[in-house]
C-alpha cells in the first residue's frame, strides 16, 4: 500500500477509499511514528519517516479524509467537529447529494430534513418557508438562513428578503441544525439554523459549468473557474436561474372575491393562476492569500412575481425586484496559543416593489386616514386601475465580528466571541391611498351622497414624510459570547456556553446552552441537550405606520424559546446507522399581527406562548443496490392558553431517498416526500387539508470516459399529485376564508454539465 495516499496533503480535493484502507492508513500512520526516550530518560521525542508537510496540514482535514467530510458539521459551535460528538441534533448535505437529488435551489436540497417542512409563505409571495418542530409565525423569521456562517435576512421582517431563492452550483455543503442557536449565533436562530457553505472557488483545479431547461420555461445556467496572480489566488462563480411558474396552481377565491360578495362587484382575477416567475442572477468573487480572504457577492431576483399578492389578492402584473450586495474581509492570524479571526462584512439589500393590492375595479371603503377599512369607514373609493403601492425599502448593515479558538488548556477547548453591528433602513414610497394622497374632505362629501370617490392610478410620492410606511429607522446590536468544549473524561464531552446581546432599541438578552454528550461504546453515542435562543423583533413590528393591514408597536419584547432534547445515534457497520432524538419546547412572546377592535387593522402584540414535543428518527443503510435514507417525525404543537393546536404545520413527515450507482457511469436517484395533515385554526369552517406525498427522481449519465461531461433527466413530482398548502388564516368569522395554496405541478428538466 502507497503511503502516499494517506498523507496527501491536498486541499483541493480528497482521496477517495474505502473505510477499511482509511483504517489500514491511519494505522500505519501511527506506527510510522515512534516514541524513544531521551538521554534523561524523562521525556519522549518523535521520530518520524513522514514528510514535515503532512504534521502541517489541518488536523480537521486528515479527520475527514478518514471518516468522510459529510459526517463533520461547523454549524453547531463555530468549529468543525464529528456530528455525532455535535452539541446539537445536525443534518448535513453534501454538494454530491444535492447534484444526485436533481435540487435546483436550497429548499429542494432541504426537503428531505427530518423535521423540516419546506412551504409557500403566505406573506413572502409565496416563496419559500421552513416549518422545523412545527414552530412559525408569518414570515418566518425563526430559522436563520446563512451563506458561510453571515446571516441573509431581511430586518424590516425579520426573514429572509422577499422572494429570496438561492441556486445551488455554488454550494460545497448544507449545514442544518434543528433547535436552538443563539448562544453561537445570536438573534433569529430560534427553531433552527440553516447554513449554506459556498465551494472555495479560488481553489479550483479547472472551470466547471453547465445548463438545464425544463417545464414553466425554466432554465439553469452555470460558470465556475478560478486563477492566480502572484501570491493571490481568485475565483469567479455565475449562475442564473429563470422560470415562468406553473400556471395551473389556480387559486379559486382570494381576498377580492370576499370583498365582491361582500359589497357586490366583479373584481377578483380569480380563479386565476400565482404568479411565481423568477429571474435570478448569483455573482461571486473571491481572493486569498495565505492569511487573508476577501468575497464579493451579488445576487438579485428581477421581477419577479408576487405569488398570491400582497394582500391575499391576485396580482399578475405586480412585480418585485430584490438586490443584495455583499463584501466580506477575514483575516486569520495566530495570537499566542490562540487562532483568531476577525471578520468585516457589509450587506445591502434592496427592494423595489410594484404593487396591486386589490384589482382594477375594486370599491373600497375608506377609513379617516384614507386606508382601507371595512369596519367604520368614512367614505368609499372606486379605484379603476387598481389600489396600488409601490414600497421601496433599502438596507444596510456594517458589522465586525472577532473569534478566537484554543485548545492548549488541557482537554478545554475555549472558543471566545465579540462583535458589534449597525443595520440601518431608509423608504421610499408611491402609493394611490392613505393618508397624504386623498382628499378625505372629498371623500366624506361624497359619502353623504351615495356616491364613491374615483382614484385612478397615478401615484403619490410620500417619501420623505409622515405618510410613508415607516420611517428612517437604524439598529445597533454588541454581543460577546463564550463557549467551552470540555472533555473530562475518554467518553464524556461537556459543552457549555453562552452569548450576551444588546440592542438599542429593546434591551439586552442573555442565552445559554449546555450540551452533555457521551459515547456509550464505539458505535452508539448519545446526547442530552438544553438551548435557550431568542427572535428579535423586526422593524415591521416595531415601527410600521400608515399601513392598510399592519402596524407596528413599539413597546414589543423579544420572543425566547427553551428546548431540551435526547439524542442516540449508533453506527452498526459502515453501511447501517440510526438516530432517534427526543424534544420538547416551550415558546414565550411570540409576535404576531392581531386584529384591532372597531377596525380592519392589526397591530404588533406578543401574542400568545407555544409548547410542543415529539421526536425524529432516521437510517441510512447501504447495499449492493445502493444508498437508502428514510427519515420521519412526528410532533404535536399548542398554544400555551387555548390548547389549540397550532395551524398550517404537519404533525407527521416521512421521506426517503434511494441512491444508486447503476453503472460506472449511470447515477439513479429517487426521493419520496410524504406530509401528513395540517390544522385549521380556531373558527376556520374548513376541514384539516389531507396528506399527501410527492415523487422526484434524477437520472445522471456520464456520456465520456473521464466522467467530465454529463447528461441528467429530472423529474419534480412525477406523479403530477394534485395537493395543497394551507393559505393564511383571514378572520374567518368575517370574512371568510380564500382558497388553499395548490402545490407545484409535475415537470422534468435536461441538463448538461462539465464537473471538476
Given at each position: 500500500?502507497?503511503?502516499?495516499?494517506?498523507?496527501?496533503?491536498?486541499?483541493?480535493?480528497?482521496?477517495?477509499?474505502?473505510?477499511?484502507?482509511?483504517?489500514?492508513?491511519?494505522?500505519?500512520?501511527?506506527?510510522?511514528?515512534?516514541?524513544?526516550?531521551?538521554?534523561?530518560?524523562?521525556?519522549?521525542?518523535?521520530?518520524?519517516?513522514?514528510?514535515?508537510?503532512?504534521?502541517?496540514?489541518d488536523s480537521e482535514d486528515s479527520l475527514a479524509d478518514f471518516y468522510g467530510d459529510e459526517e463533520f458539521v461547523s454549524i453547531a459551535t463555530g468549529n468543525k467537529v464529528l456530528i455525532k460528538k455535535a452539541p446539537s441534533v445536525a443534518t448535513v448535505i453534501s454538494a454530491k447529494q444535492i447534484a444526485h437529488m436533481g435540487a435546483k435551489t436550497v429548499a429542494e436540497a432541504l426537503e428531505n430534513v427530518p423535521g423540516l417542512h419546506v412551504y409557500p409563505s403566505p406573506f413572502n409571495r409565496m416563496n419559500n418557508s421552513f416549518s422545523i418542530r412545527g414552530i412559525h409565525t408569518d414570515q418566518n423569521p425563526q430559522v436563520l438562513f446563512l451563506i458561510n456562517g453571515l446571516p441573509v435576512r431581511e430586518e424590516y421582517t425579520g426573514a429572509r428578503p422577499e422572494t429570496f431563492q438561492m441556486p445551488v452550483h455554488t454550494i460545497d455543503r448544507i449545514e442544518v441544525i434543528r433547535g436552538p442557536g443563539s448562544a453561537v449565533y445570536g438573534a433569529d436562530a430560534y427553531s433552527g439554523v440553516i447554513n449554506v457553505i459556498t465551494q472555495d472557488i479560488t481553489a479550483l483545479e479547472q472551470s466547471s459549468y453547465g445548463l438545464s431547461y425544463g417545464s414553466f420555461n425554466s432554465s439553469n445556467a452555470w460558470y465556475k473557474n478560478s486563477f492566480s496572480?502572484?501570491?493571490v489566488n481568485f475565483g469567479v462563480s455565475i449562475e442564473s436561474l429563470k422560470g415562468d411558474g406553473d400556471e395551473d396552481r389556480i387559486m379559486t377565491r382570494d381576498l377580492q372575491s370576499i370583498f365582491d360578495e361582500t359589497i357586490g362587484t366583479n373584481a377578483s382575477l380569480a380563479p386565476g393562476p400565482v404568479a411565481t416567475h423568477y429571474d435570478i442572477l448569483d455573482v461571486r468573487l473571491s481572493a486569498t492569500t495565505e492569511k487573508l480572504k476577501g468575497n464579493f457577492w451579488y445576487w438579485d431576483n428581477n421581477n419577479a412575481g408576487q405569488g398570491v399578492g400582497a394582500a391575499q389578492a391576485l396580482d399578475p402584473t405586480g412585480r418585485q425586484n430584490s438586490t443584495i450586495y455583499q463584501f466580506d474581509l477575514a483575516y486569520n492570524w495566530e495570537l499566542s496559543s490562540w487562532d483568531a479571526k476577525v471578520l468585516y462584512n457589509y450587506y445591502q439589500l434592496?427592494?423595489?416593489a410594484e404593487f396591486t393590492i386589490l384589482p382594477p375595479g375594486a370599491l373600497v371603503p375608506l377609513g379617516a386616514d384614507g386606508n382601507m377599512n371595512l369596519v367604520s369607514p368614512v367614505g368609499i373609493g372606486l379605484f379603476t386601475e387598481g389600489f396600488k403601492g409601490n414600497?421601496?425599502?433599502?438596507?444596510?448593515?456594517?458589522?465586525?465580528?472577532?473569534n478566537a479558538l484554543s485548545s492548549?488548556?488541557?482537554?478545554?477547548?475555549i472558543r471566545i466571541g465579540l462583535g458589534i453591528s449597525q443595520r440601518k433602513l431608509t423608504a421610499k414610497e408611491e402609493k394611490n391611498f392613505g393618508p397624504g394622497v386623498l382628499d378625505m374632505g372629498q371623500v366624506s362629501q361624497l359619502f353623504s351622497l351615495g356616491q364613491p370617490i374615483i382614484v385612478d392610478g397615478t401615484l403619490t410620492d410620500v417619501?420623505?414624510?409622515?405618510?410613508?410606511?415607516?420611517k428612517d429607522v437604524e439598529r445597533l446590536n454588541s454581543y460577546i459570547s463564550l463557549q467551552d468544549q470540555w472533555k473530562f473524561a475518554n467518553d464524556w464531552e461537556l459543552t457549555a456556553g453562552i452569548r450576551y446581546d444588546y440592542y438599542d432599541d429593546f434591551g439586552s438578552t442573555v442565552n445559554p446552552r449546555l450540551a452533555l454528550v457521551w459515547e456509550m461504546t464505539q458505535s452508539t453515542s448519545s446526547k442530552f441537550l438544553y438551548g435557550r435562543a431568542f427572535r428579535a423583533p423586526a422593524f415591521d413590528t416595531l415601527y410600521a405606520i400608515n399601513n392598510p393591514v399592519g402596524l407596528g408597536n413599539p413597546n414589543l419584547s423579544p420572543e425566547t424559546i427553551d428546548t431540551i432534547e435526547f439524542s442516540v445515534n449508533q453506527t452498526l457497520n459502515e453501511n447501517f446507522n440510526w438516530s432517534t432524538n427526543l424534544f420538547a419546547y416551550e415558546s414565550k412572546n411570540l409576535i404576531e399581527f392581531i386584529p384591532d377592535q372597531g377596525t380592519t387593522t392589526t397591530t404588533a402584540q406578543n401574542a400568545r406562548g407555544q409548547t410542543g414535543y415529539g421526536f425524529e428518527s432516521e437510517l441510512s443503510w447501504k447495499n449492493i443496490t445502493g444508498l437508502w435514507k428514510l427519515n420521519y417525525s412526528w410532533q404535536h404543537s399548542e398554544d400555551d392558553k387555548t390548547k389549540q393546536t397550532i395551524i398550517m404545520a404537519p404533525r407527521q413527515l416521512f421521506n426517503a431517498m434511494y441512491d444508486s450507482q447503476v453503472t460506472e457511469s449511470l447515477n439513479f436517484n429517487a426521493k419520496l416526500n410524504w406530509v401528513g395533515k395540517r390544522a385549521r385554526q380556531l373558527g376556520d369552517s374548513r376541514p384539516p387539508l389531507d396528506n399527501y406525498a410527492t415523487l422526484d427522481f434524477a437520472l445522471h449519465w456520464a456520456i465520456d470516459n473521464e466522467h467530465i461531461w454529463k447528461v441528467s433527466l429530472i423529474g419534480k413530482n412525477i406523479t403530477d399529485e394534485s395537493a395543497f398548502e394551507p393559505s393564511h388564516p383571514l378572520v374567518p368569522e368575517a370574512l371568510g376564508p380564500i382558497s388553499d395554496y395548490p402545490i407545484q405541478g409535475r415537470s422534468f428538466y435536461l441538463q448538461l454539465s462539465k464537473n471538476l
Open positions: 500500500m502507497s503511503v502516499k495516499l494517506a498523507i496527501q496533503n491536498n486541499n483541493k480535493r480528497r482521496v477517495q477509499m474505502s473505510f477499511s484502507m482509511k483504517y489500514i492508513s491511519l494505522s500505519i500512520l501511527t506506527a510510522l511514528s515512534i516514541h524513544t526516550p531521551t538521554a534523561s530518560g524523562q521525556k519522549t521525542e518523535t521520530i518520524s519517516f513522514l514528510p514535515e508537510e503532512y504534521y502541517e496540514q496572480i502572484e501570491q434592496e427592494t423595489k414600497p421601496q425599502p433599502k438596507e444596510v448593515l456594517n458589522s465586525i465580528d472577532f492548549k488548556y488541557n482537554d478545554h477547548q417619501s420623505n414624510t409622515p405618510y410613508i410606511f415607516v
